[in-house]
């Protein structure tokens, strides 16, 4: 809790200093249509929150949470990245590097554990005007908290969102 009170705190510092703050809510896209091996191929939602700031040269610092009660997952996510944005300002690409925390309900024979991890994501934004966007991101994340229950090596596990992003007036 303390270090995400941290994070919160110098994110809302940098807010002072960007030219862009925006949120983002993002749905995982084969999750909701047709499911995974861990939801036994049947759809289930798995919501992702994301917000973040970029300045006027293009870095970028995002803070995330992703949801996924049907396997009892959560991530939070502290990202650094660069944002590309093109000249109409309409379309925009972000790059970012993501330090996790996952949190897994294993249930009554181990409880919740929390895991260290690591993850990177690409994502790109059509901005319908000043405000509202579509958006559409790429995620690679090195599943540690498989890696610890099933006794493996960490899988690196794709996922993609889409999901709509607010953009703050300055």
Not at 26 to 34: E, I, K, P, S, Y
Not at 119 to 136: E, H, I, K, M, Q
Not at 141 to 168: E, M, Q, V, W
């Amino acid at each position: 809790m303390k270090k995400t009170i941290l994070i919160l705190a110098l994110m809302f510092c940098s807010l002072m200093y960007c030219q862009k703050q925006y949120v983002s809510v993002l749905a995982d896209v084969r999750n909701g249509t047709v499911g995974s091996d861990s939801t036994i191929n049947t759809p289930a939602l798995d919501l992702m929150i994301l917000g973040g700031v970029t300045d006027k040269n293009g870095i970028t610092i995002e803070i995330g949470y992703e949801n996924f009660k049907e396997i009892e997952f959560q991530k939070m996510f502290f990202g650094i990245g660069y944002t590309f944005i093109h000249w109409s300002k309409k379309l925009e690409c972000a790059v970012t590097v993501e330090p996790t925390y996952i949190t897994r309900d294993w249930g009554v024979d181990k409880g919740k554990i929390t895991y260290l991890s690591i993850g990177a994501s690409t994502r790109g934004t059509y901005n319908f005007n000043d405000n509202f966007g579509v958006s559409l991101l790429g995620n690679v994340l090195l599943r540690t908290d498989n890696a610890h229950r099933y006794d493996i090596h960490p899988p690196k596990i794709f996922s993609i969102y889409l999901g709509i992003t607010y953009t703050f007036n300055q």
